[in-house]
């Protein structure tokens, strides 16, 4: 079962790896609607005119990757196209980390319109899938260049990110699909938030609670990576959007490393591991809030310590699998068939903000996937882990109760043993009768058929004294051939009914076995109460050996004969 564990991971990172080529049919459906725009780059220089640039954009380069700029001020103009004049287009692009971005278009007549992007104004423009839309002005003729002047771009995915030009239909279908998307993640979120609350209410176990703040987590991320935030907060800047958005994916990753502790046995991440563990949480929750706190201060290089720090938290996910399957962890099949996709689609995502692979609006969007088919196993692989947990419970509660028993009775006659019957006799309200049986000769019994057949001989008399004895009565050994039994005073007499059991049973080698019984009637609310109750059954018992044996004394008959 162990070793089955790593099929589903890489079964997992397979499915996420035969997913990347979906990605651009899956861009088209959601977000990146409409025909795509090509552009080209240009540093701001200080004699720069937006519309002599418009005119002739000489000096832009068009090959270059955007990214390989570095950060700064810079213009990025498009080729030239023909946007279809029947509607107002669309001009769709995907948000960056920027001060603002001003948009330049220019009609087939030679008009040119302006729409100044800063910060509020970007906010007010994003739509669902965090897709900056501007709304050109509609005129006869149609828009044939772009040109954006793009300010403190820190430039780690982008200037201007995947444009496309589309129409309102184009754009309404995009925000009514994400809308659907989003809402279904949203949904997903808030119930295995309540369910696993709700566990956590019952069952107090850790990682419940660490499953719920990563979920919340989540929930924060997905409104605010998905721009659903900037509808409910116009008046927040796009940045400061961005802000939040790394802050709540910084608090889900550290949660999921938490839960990821606490599902698994301790010694899973004890030694080295866990240090690593702690030093990721440290880098993870370190970088976000400097990212979030001094930006526009390096925003580059501080967003690349946070993409550092997630690929560190990649680099812990293997190492803590190995451990587990070194541990012979009972749960890692478990931890591997719900988290194998999230953490390759998470690992690729990973690579994508470090420029291993292309950006990709699916990928960008990828904790939707991951968390929804994380969504369908989780559920299982909890319940199931809280199913072990109970059965280890369980187990626990039945072997503390074995050794309860084992600690109140007598091993050899499973009677209750003298600790046992005094917790219970003492206190009990009423006259009770106390009665002390004690075998006689035992000794002569035990040289004559051995050990082995005097133990033999006293389960044969607690037997006896066990069925004789009335509903509610306390039967125990004191220890040796002495036996002792409490009762309601309003019982049916005991001695001579135990008496006449214990001549008719049969004993070992058909051996003759005769017992005297001393008795005595009183109340036994205190342990003063048992004292004298046990000192006057005992004195019964010795007048009944000093009778002759084989019978029965009561101490309240001694008293009333003397």
């Known amino acids: 079962m162990i070793r089955g564990a790593w099929r589903y991971w890489w079964m997992g990172l397979a499915v996420a790896l035969a997913l990347l080529p979906c990605s651009a049919p899956a861009a088209a459906q959601a977000g990146l609607v409409g025909t795509p725009i090509s552009v080209c780059v240009k540093r701001v220089a200080a004699n720069d005119r937006a519309l002599a640039l418009l005119t002739d954009p000489r000096g832009f380069d068009c090959v270059t990757d955007q990214r ?9 103009v498009s080729r030239p196209f023909v946007t279809d004049s029947r509607w107002p287009a669309r001009i769709r692009v995907v948000s960056t980390w920027q001060r603002s971005a001003t948009l330049w278009a220019r009609y087939a007549d030679g008009a040119v319109r302006m729409l100044p992007g800063d910060g509020r104004a970007t906010t007010r423009r994003l739509q669902l899938g965090a897709i900056v839309e501007y709304k050109l002005p509609s005129r006869a003729v149609p828009v044939t260049r772009l040109l954006w002047h793009v300010l403190d771009a820190a430039n780690a995915r982008g200037l201007v990110l995947a444009p496309h030009s589309a129409s309102p239909a184009e754009s309404a279908m995009s925000n009514m699909l994400l809308a659907g998307l989003y809402g279904c993640f949203v949904g997903l979120c808030l119930s295995l938030f309540i369910y696993n609350l709700a566990l956590f209410a019952a069952l107090r176990h850790r990682f419940q609670l660490a499953y719920c703040v990563m979920v919340a987590s989540l929930l924060v991320y997905a409104l605010s990576s998905s721009g659903a ?11 400061d959007r961005v802000r939040i958005s790394y802050l709540s994916l910084a608090v889900s990753a550290v949660a999921a490393l938490a839960f990821a502790r606490a599902f698994f046995e301790p010694r899973v991440f004890a030694g080295a591991l866990g240090r690593a563990a702690d030093a990721v949480t440290a880098l993870l929750i370190g970088s976000a809030v400097l990212f979030a706190v001094l930006e526009p201060w390096h925003a ?9 720090s997630f690929a560190a938290l990649m680099l812990i996910a293997p190492a803590a699998l190995w ?15 719900a988290w194998a996709v999230p953490i390759a689609l998470a690992t690729l995502r990973v690579a994508g903000t470090l420029g291993l692979t292309g950006w990709s609006f699916w990928m960008d969007n990828s904790t939707l996937l991951a968390m929804a088919l994380e969504a369908v196993t989780s559920a299982l692989a909890i319940a199931y882990r809280v199913h072990l947990l109970s059965r280890e419970r369980d187990e626990a509660r039945e072997q503390e109760m074995a050794a309860r028993l084992l600690a109140d009775t007598d091993p050899l006659t499973g009677l209750l043993n003298r600790r046992a019957f005094l917790a219970q006799a003492i206190g009990r309200e009423g006259d009770q009768c106390l009665l002390i049986l004690d075998v006689d000769h035992f000794k002569r019994v035990n040289e004559t058929i051995g050990h082995d057949g005097g133990d033999e001989v006293l389960r044969v008399i607690a037997r006896s004294l066990r069925a004789a004895a009335p509903p509610g009565a306390l039967v125990a050994r004191f220890g040796g051939e002495e036996f002792v039994t409490v009762c309601s005073a309003d019982a049916a007499p005991l001695s001579m ?21 001393g008795s005595c009637t009183g109340p036994l609310m205190r342990e003063t109460d048992w004292k004298r109750l046990y000192r006057e059954a005992d004195r019964a018992l010795f007048a009944a ?17 003397a």
Do not use: H
């Open 545 to 561: 050996k000093a009778a002759g044996r084989d019978r029965a004394r009561d101490a309240t008959q001694l008293t009333a004969a």
């Open 229 to 239: 935030l900037a509808w409910l907060a116009p008046n927040i800047t796009n940045n």
């Open 68 to 76: 390989r700029f570095g950060p700064g001020d810079f213009w990025v």
């Open 323 to 337: 451990r587990a399957w070194r541990q012979r962890s009972n749960y890692l099949w478990l931890f591997g068939l």
């Open 497 to 517: 009914l135990l008496l006449e059991r214990l001549r008719t049973q049969r004993m070992p080698y058909d051996m003759t076995v005769t017992s005297s019984i």
């Open 300 to 308: 580059r290089l501080l967003g690349q310590l946070c993409a550092d």
